[in-house]
Each structure stands twice: as structure tokens, then as C-alpha cells.
């Protein structure tokens, strides 16, 4: 059905008068200012949403609702803005890599029987119509004007409303007998107790709220093709290019959108026929040959345009902040952004706003204080959908985009991962379409597809020294910190249960990266960072140590393995001692639950430095650590030596995989195997240290010493603690037997070894 640009009046409501108040002012009518609008009119609040330009926008992204998104329109009242503007059922997505590909349908609803669905639409169609609902919504009113500044109060500590400017040549509105009109191009004010900024991914009240800047990953450049016929109609489209992805989808039944992306922060240039030389010559080849002649098309059209045709729009990465100022809430692009690539930003925007209408009832939208109580809710439970949403596109971009074999590797162990069908692809297409929020789901496939890229290695080379060594790559991170204090650490002397502090200045910080929980440890006279460990939800605790006297030392104990860490505090002041006990606690808590408490350190505290390191301390068997030789809790005891060199490369793979379950059901785990005792001997080896030095990442010297330090850091013996957790469950055991690994595989740590061992052995008799 053809669809035509929804068209809505601004006549029926009058231009409200100079100072006229609010309950809330909305700034910006794009997907969520409107949603937001429309729904809090229906709960009887007085909304002023004020957008800039309220002509269709003409934009190249925000062009596919995932079927999270459609559910949460539907749950607002507002799935009929899908109606009557063309858009296209998706039911799916085809991933295409050269002459392969492969069906990713979307999952079952178990409700109706039927696959869920998504929508691909022109986004500006969408957006007029979100718009007409705002409109039509009663209490909601909407002014086409620029916000100059929000206004605050004398001390300046709360909102108060909006200074804006009209537009000059705004739609005809009514006038009111007896009332003041504002005229077209006046600047005005309006109050509200609350104001929210939903100006989009070009916030100009951004960086007022939150430190963080905008970084641009790469660029989209975007064409839409005519009548073009796709290989995988009614769904979605990834072309797994080189240097990086290409996206194809229906934005109504007669035109396809193609968006190319381009990394890098700077596109090549469209004057100089830069552009069009690489969308000819690198892109063009890449696309699916029944689409090649309207791509060629459609760049001959836009050079005969002069330009028009074509257009380009920068992938940002914003991870999500909180706003403290009273009465200041930021939402959508505003405040948190992901890539593009897998088409969720619109499902979280709407997902929040059914968040917000829970949360946001009676006092929640007049009362300052209220409200703010309620945002710290509302942050926490948006987390179990905007988690998963951008952790996989940061991470299917990285993936995707990445040309060092290592993400090739994967990226092929990937492909080949959802060619495998069933829970392969069911799992990762529930998490892309924001039906699935589980975060242990996401982690899962993470690490299946880890292992079968590992396997897919072993399989298809011929030596072990091969495999790339994931755990050395840097991770790409968003960092938000969230608690630091001055600690040095604790080390335990060799063969004995004596605890000794290490007198180096040092700082203990937290921060979530990617929405993943960071404990860090930083010498303060280097700046290196020497202790980094992933704190999974519940799974660790810190607890003081009363054996010691002469000072004051906390320990971080794990609860799936037998790992602490020491560290005695170097602030002065004593009293804080509960309250960094309290936080971080509560900060490893509260990333496995929706926890209300604050979690923040004060800001107006003065850290004050304490020197003396206090004197050795003998532990109680209650936190003594249960190796003899490891030190700050890190790192396994013996050993007997490996009986394959295999395993000793192998461990580089194993330790970049984290996956958080129960405690392991036996007493073998792999870091009791993988030590740093039985891997020194093969370091001797120049053969075998030959094969690891070219995976190992630039900035670390190629030498055995420095294999022996990653070996003996404390994230090695917890990623090994993490895949023992998993092997133990039994849950693997599907996958790893079609690996072919044979039936004792998944039967934990002893199984798993055994199978790889026998596996070598059938190689090397092969040879």
C-alpha cells in the first residue's frame, strides 16, 4: 500500500501565553520526545513539547523498529503510528558473507504461534505520526520553537522551565478571545518543575548534564535503491564486507535502503568524486549481484543531481550517564547512543518510555525530589534491555569492522556459528530484536561463539600455534567510573599464610565499561594499571580483615573460586573505611539486582593519603588464600607439567572467555592445571615462545618473561576459574560434542582436557 507523508494541524491549539506552566517540558519531537508526550498526556499531565522544526525529517537512520520496539508501541497505545505511512513487515534478518549466507528468522511469539515482527519504514513518515498522536493527545501541547537555554532558580541548584524563540513562519494556530498570543519569531518563557532533554545524537544541552563527549566510530552513508529485487525480502540485510558492514532493508514496497559503512571519523570526499570512486570500486563488487545495476543507478543519478542522493550520517557512541541536576532528565540519543548496526536504538528510546510511565505517577512528575529518586530507579531497570542492546552492537560492530586475524577468526567462527541453525541463531536474534534481555544469554553466546571459533581453528590448521591470543586485545570499552579510593596491596609470602603489604602508593577504582563491572588497581607513582578484574553480578564481596592491628586492610574474596585480593587503606581519615566497604558492596550487588541505595561517592570529601603500610598480618583459614605461592589471592598452585604444548597456547583463547555460573561441582579447575609453574618450562622452548610472540599486542616486549606475566596476573587465573564454573554445569556439553571432541567433552574440566588431549594425539598420528 502506498504511503504518503501523514500530515497534522497545530490549529486547533492555541499558542499558550508567556509564562504559561507546565508539568513537563519536553525538548525535542523526535521518536521519544513524542512517545514521551503522547503517553504522559494520557496520564492526565500537562505537556509542552517544544521541536525545532516540525517539517518530515529527512534522515538516513531510524528507518527499522525492532519487534521490542513495535511491542513497546503497542503497550504505549501508540501502534497504530505504524499505520498508513508503507511500512514493511521484517520478519528476520539474512546474513550474507561472498557467495554464503545464511536465514536468521525471528523467534516464535509463544502468545500467538507466529514470529514476531519487525517494521522498516521512511523515518520521517514515522516520526510525523508520533507526532500527530502527540498532538491529538489531550493536555499535550506542542510549539514549533528553538530552546535558547533552560531556565534555573536563583541559587541555581533546580530547573525551572525553558526560555525559547517561535518560529517565524510556524503553523497558523488558534486564537484565544481575551488572551495574550505570542507572536511567530518572539522569544518566551515557559515553567515546569521538570524538563526533558530529548534533543537527539546533536544534543545542545548534552554537555551541560554529563562529562562524557560523543565518539564517532565510523559513518554511514546511506542510498535508496528503486524496485530493487533483494535476496532476503521482508527482512533486514548484513553484507559481512571488507573493510566493514553493509546494511540493506525495505523502507517501503518499492524502495531499499543501503547504508555503507565507512570507518573512521572522516568520510573520503564527495567533491573530489572521492566517494563515489569507493562506493564504485570497493562497495559495489561486495553487494549481492541482482542489486549491482540499481547501486550503480543510483550513484549515476546522484552525480547527475549534483549530490542529492546520497547522504552520510556519523555512528556515535555515547555509553549512558546520569543526570543530578533537580529537575533535569535526559533520554534517547541525549543521553546514551550505540552503533547503528544492529538497529535498536529506537526499541531501547521506547522501551524507556514504558519504563518512565510506570515509574513516573502523581508526585513523580511535580515534586523535584521525587522524581530524581525515581530516575535512579528508572536507570537501573532500564539496564536489563539497554544492556544487552548496546553491548552486541558495540560488539557485532567490532566484530564485524575489525581486519586483525584475530577478530577474523572470530568473525568467521561467527558466521559459521549461525550456520549451525537452532539455538545458534534463536539466542542471538532474540537478543538483536529486544525480546531477549537476558545478560547471562548474551554472555553465553558470546562464549559459544568464542569456542567454536576455536574449534574452527583446530580443526582447519595444522598447529596449535596458530590460534590468535584473544585474551592480549585491548577491549573496546565505554567507562563510566564509579568508585575510587587509595589502597595499596597485600601479597603473601612465599610458604606461608602471612599476609605482607606492598608500601606502593595505590588507588583501588570501579568503573562500568560496556555496562560490565571493572575492578581496578593502579599504582599511583607509574600509572599502571595492575590489577583488572570483571566483577560478575553477586559473585564477589569485600569484607574487612579484623586480624590486622597495626592497620587497616579489606579483602576482595570470589565466591565461585578460592581467589582473594588484600589491600590496605592508604586514606587518612578512618571514617570512610564503611562507607568504601557499603559501595562496593553495593555496587556488585546492584549489578545483579534493581537496588535503590546510593552508590556514589560523596564528591565533597577530601581524600587524605595514608603512608604507613601497616605490619605483616597471619590470615585466619577463613580468608587465607588456599595455594601456597600465589600472590594478592591471584594465580592457582602447582601442578604437573603439561603433557601437550597444545594447551599452553590454548590458554591464551581460554582467558578472554567470562562466564558467571555456580561453583564448580569438582575440585579440578584449570587454573590448578594452567600454572604459572607448569607453563615456565615450556617457555624454554624458542619454538614454542617463536609461535606466541606475534599475538601477543604491540606495546608488550616479545619475550618469555612477559608471557610468564600475563600467565601469573590475577584476570588469567580468574577467566580460567570462570570456564571451569562452565564446564562443570554441564551446559556446554551440546556444543563442545559438535566440535567434535568427542562424548566426554562437556563432562567438566577432567572431560574437556581428556578429549583435547586425545584429539592432539589422533593429529599427530594423522601426521
Known amino acids: 500500500m502506498p504511503g504518503n507523508t501523514p500530515q497534522f494541524s497545530l490549529a486547533s491549539q492555541p499558542v499558550p501565553k508567556n509564562g504559561s506552566a507546565f508539568d513537563i517540558i519536553v525538548i525535542g519531537g523526535g521518536v521519544l520526545g513524542s512517545a514521551f508526550a503522547a503517553t504522559f498526556g494520557k496520564q492526565n499531565k500537562r505537556i509542552l513539547m517544544l521541536e525545532r522544526d516540525l517539517s518530515e525529517p529527512d534522515r538516513i537512520v531510524g528507518e527499522l523498529l525492532q519487534p521490542g520496539g513495535v511491542n513497546a508501541l503497542k503497550e504505549l497505545g501508540l501502534a497504530d503510528c505504524l499505520e498508513g505511512i508503507d511500512a514493511v513487515p521484517s520478519f528476520g534478518y539474512g546474513v550474507i558473507r ?110 551541560q548534564f554529563i562529562p562524557k563527549t560523543v565518539e564517532t566510530t565510523s559513518h554511514f552513508v546511506g542510498l535508496i535503491l528503486d524496485n530493487v529485487p533483494l535476496p532476503f525480502p521482508n527482512h533486514g540485510h548484513v553484507i559481512l ?76 557512541f555515547l555509553p549512558p550517564s546520569t543526570s543530578s541536576e533537580l529537575g533535569i532528565i535526559l533520554l534517547g540519543d541525549a543521553m546514551n547512543m550505540r552503533h547503528p548496526l544492529t538497529g535498536g536504538g529506537m526499541t531501547v528510546a521506547l522501551n524507556d518510555v514504558v519504563y518512565l510511565r510506570d515509574l513516573l505517577k502523581g508526585d513523580a512528575t511535580t515534586d523535584q525530589e521525587v522524581t530524581m529518586v525515581q530516575m535512579e530507579l528508572f536507570f537501573w531497570k532500564r539496564k536489563e534491555l539497554s544492556t544487552v542492546i548496546n553491548v552486541l552492537a558495540q560488539a557485532l560492530y567490532t566484530l564485524f569492522s575489525g581486519q586483525d586475524p584475530n577478530l577474523l577468526a572470530l568473525r568467521n567462527g561467527c558466521f559459521s556459528y549461525f550456520q549451525m541453525g537452532g539455538e545458534c541463531i534463536n539466542g542471538p536474534v532474540g537478543l538483536l530484536s529486544g525480546i531477549n534481555r537476558s545478560r547471562s544469554t548474551l554472555v553465553y553466546h558470546f562464549y559459544a561463539v568464542a569456542l567454536h571459533s576455536i574449534w574452527l581453528l583446530f580443526h582447519n590448521t595444522s598447529s596449535w600455534s596458530e590460534f590468535p591470543a584473544l585474551l592480549l586485545r585491548e577491549p573496546m570499552a565505554s567507562t563510566s567510573t564509579l568508585l575510587e579510593f587509595k589502597a595499596g596491596r597485600c601479597f603473601r609470602q612465599e610458604g606461608t599464610n602471612t599476609v605482607k603489604p606492598d608500601p606502593a602508593k595505590g588507588l583501588v577504582y570501579v568503573e562500568e565499561q560496556d555496562e560490565l563491572l571493572h575492578f581496578f588497581w593502579k599504582n599511583r607513582t607509574t600509572g599502571e594499571v595492575e590489577d583488572d578484574l570483571i566483577l560478575f553480578p553477586g559473585d564477589a ?199 567434535g571432541l568427542g562424548e566426554n567433552a562437556g563432562a567438566g574440566v577432567e572431560g574437556f582436557l581428556s578429549a583435547i588431549e586425545e584429539q592432539a594425539k589422533n593429529d599427530q598420528a594423522k601426521k
Request: aromatic share 4%.
Open 98 to 207: 561472498g557467495d554464503e549466507d545464511v536465514h536468521i528468522p525471528y523467534s516464535v511469539d509463544p502468545t500467538t504461534g507466529k514470529p514476531f515482527q519487525g517494521r522498516s519504514f521512511h523515518h520521517g513518515r514515522f516520526i510525523q505520526k508520533l507526532r500527530a498522536a502527540a498532538v491529538q493527545t489531550p493536555n499535550v501541547t506542542v510549539v514549533e520553537a528553538t530552546v535558547n537555554e533552560i531556565l534555573w532558580c536563583q541559587d541555581g541548584v533546580r530547573a525551572t522551565g525553558v526560555s525559547c524563540t517561535l518560529k517565524k513562519d510556524s503553523s497558523p494556530r488558534a486564537h484565544v478571545e481575551g488572551e495574550d498570543t505570542i507572536p511567530p519569531g518572539t522569544t518566551t518563557q515557559f515553567k515546569a518543575p521538570i524538563v526533558v532533554v530529548a534533543d537527539g545524537c546533536f544534543s545542545k544541552f548534552r554537555k
Open 241 to 316: 564486507a571488507t573493510p566493514s558492514p553493509i546494511l540493506m532493508y525495505q523502507i517501503s514496497h518499492t524502495q531499499t535502503r543501503v547504508l555503507v559503512d565507512i570507518p573512521g571519523n572522516k568520510l573520503p570526499s564527495a567533491s573530489s568524486g572521492a566517494l563515489r570512486s569507493y562506493l564504485e570500486s570497493t562497495v559495489c563488487p561486495q553487494l549481492p549481484i541482482q542489486v549491482q545495476p540499481a547501486f550503480l543507478k543510483t550513484l549515476k543519478d546522484d552525480a547527475a543531481s549534483g549530490g542529492r542522493r546520497v547522504r552520510s550520517m556519523p555512528n556515535s
Open 541 to 739: 564481596e569485600m569484607v574487612s580483615v579484623p586480624q590486622c592491628t597495626t592497620g587497616r586492610v579489606l579483602m576482595l574474596q570470589f565466591k565461585s573460586s578460592s581467589q582473594k585480593l588484600f589491600y590496605w587503606l592508604q586514606e587518612r581519615k578512618t571514617d570512610r573505611d564503611e562507607v568504601i566497604l557499603h559501595q562496593t558492596n553495593a555496587l556488585i550487588q546492584q549489578s545483579a539486582e534493581d537496588d535503590e541505595d546510593d552508590i556514589q561517592m560523596d564528591e565533597d570529601v577530601t581524600m587524605e593519603t595514608e603512608e604507613t603500610p601497616p605490619a605483616p598480618i597471619a590470615p585466619s583459614a577463613a580468608f587465607a588464600p588456599a595455594n601456597p605461592g600465589s600472590s594478592s589471592g591471584g594465580g592457582g598452585g602447582g601442578g604437573g607439567a603439561l603433557t601437550s604444548q597444545q594447551m599452553d597456547q590454548l590458554r591464551n583463547v581460554l582467558a578472554g572467555i567470562q562466564v558467571p555460573q555456580a561453583a564448580p561441582r569438582s575440585n579440578l579447575r584449570l587454573d590448578h592445571v594452567l600454572t604459572s609453574g607448569s607453563i615456565a618450562p615450556l617457555l624454554n622452548n624458542p619454538a614454542i615462545c617463536a609461535a606466541l610472540f606475534p599475538h601477543l599486542p604491540e606495546s608488550v616486549e616479545r619475550t618469555p618473561e612477559e608471557i610468564q606475566a600475563i600467565v601469573r596476573a590475577p584476570q588469567f587465573s580468574q577467566a580460567l576459574v570462570s570456564l571451569s564454573t562452565a564446564l562443570e554445569s554441564g551446559q556446554l556439553g551440546p556444543l563442545l560434542r559438535q566440535f
